[in-house]
């Protein structure tokens, strides 16, 4: 236990934007892009073809880290660069939870731990540290993904199905 504990401290999450280091803007951008990869692959071992995934560049990201609605934060243990979480306020009612002024929350577009590093307890890091600042958090998924058992261990209800018939 002391050694996790001791990791945690090691762990650091901070914003960029474009006018960050340009080295840790080309880490985002690869890792941004292997994670298109992988929804991409996901989508076609399902007979799905993403017209959306397949529209994603390296330009996609950077505009994304010129738009201030968007908060994109890379998550570093000492020096290395592990995964990265992009996520823009939401304010939005559900019939799962109202919301009050000062009851605004986050909406997760995209939440990625490099390969080498999953499993190790990065992405809870992740989850935890924006569960300790925000009310309401919210995220979409494909059903079949592994990560949907990480979600709902993280507190997670699924709330919405979407359908497709193909």
Same mark, same amino acid.
């Given at each position: 236990m002391? =050694? *996790?504990n +001791?990791?945690? =401290?090691?762990m650091?999450?901070?914003?960029i934007?474009?006018?960050?280091?340009?080295? #840790? %803007?080309?880490?985002?951008?690869?890792m941004?892009? &292997?994670? %298109?990869n992988?929804h991409?692959?996901a989508?076609?071992?399902q007979?799905i073809f993403?017209?959306?995934c397949d529209?994603?560049t390296k330009?996609?990201? $950077? &505009? *994304?880290?010129k738009?201030?609605? $968007?908060? %994109?934060? =890379? =998550?570093c243990?000492? /020096?290395?660069?592990?995964?990265?979480?992009k996520?823009? /306020?939401d304010?939005?009612?559900t019939?799962?939870? *109202?919301?009050n002024d000062?009851? +605004?929350g986050?909406h $997760? &577009?995209?939440?990625? %731990?490099?390969e080498a590093w999953?499993?190790?307890?990065?992405?809870?890091?992740i989850?935890?540290?924006?569960?300790?600042?925000?009310?309401?958090?919210?995220?979409d998924c494909?059903y079949?993904l &592994?990560?949907?058992?990480?979600?709902q261990k993280?507190g997670?209800?699924?709330?919405?199905?979407t359908? #497709?018939?193909?």
């Amino acid at each position: 236990m002391l =050694l *996790k504990n +001791t990791r945690r =401290l090691t762990m650091k999450l901070f914003k960029i934007d474009m006018a960050s280091d340009k080295q #840790l %803007i080309q880490e985002y951008v690869n890792m941004y892009l &292997d994670l %298109i990869n992988l929804h991409y692959e996901a989508a076609a071992l399902q007979g799905i073809f993403d017209a959306e995934c397949d529209e994603k560049t390296k330009e996609d990201a $950077i &505009d *994304k880290l010129k738009n201030p609605d $968007i908060r %994109i934060e =890379l =998550l570093c243990d000492h /020096t290395e660069v592990v995964g990265y979480v992009k996520y823009k /306020t939401d304010n939005t009612e559900t019939a799962h939870m *109202k919301v009050n002024d000062e009851d +605004t929350g986050i909406h $997760i &577009d995209q939440l990625y %731990i490099k390969e080498a590093w999953r499993r190790m307890g990065y992405g809870t890091y992740i989850m935890q540290s924006l569960q300790a600042i925000n009310k309401k958090i919210s995220l979409d998924c494909y059903y079949s993904l &592994d990560a949907n058992d990480f979600y709902q261990k993280m507190g997670f209800k699924p709330v919405i199905a979407t359908y #497709l018939w193909f």
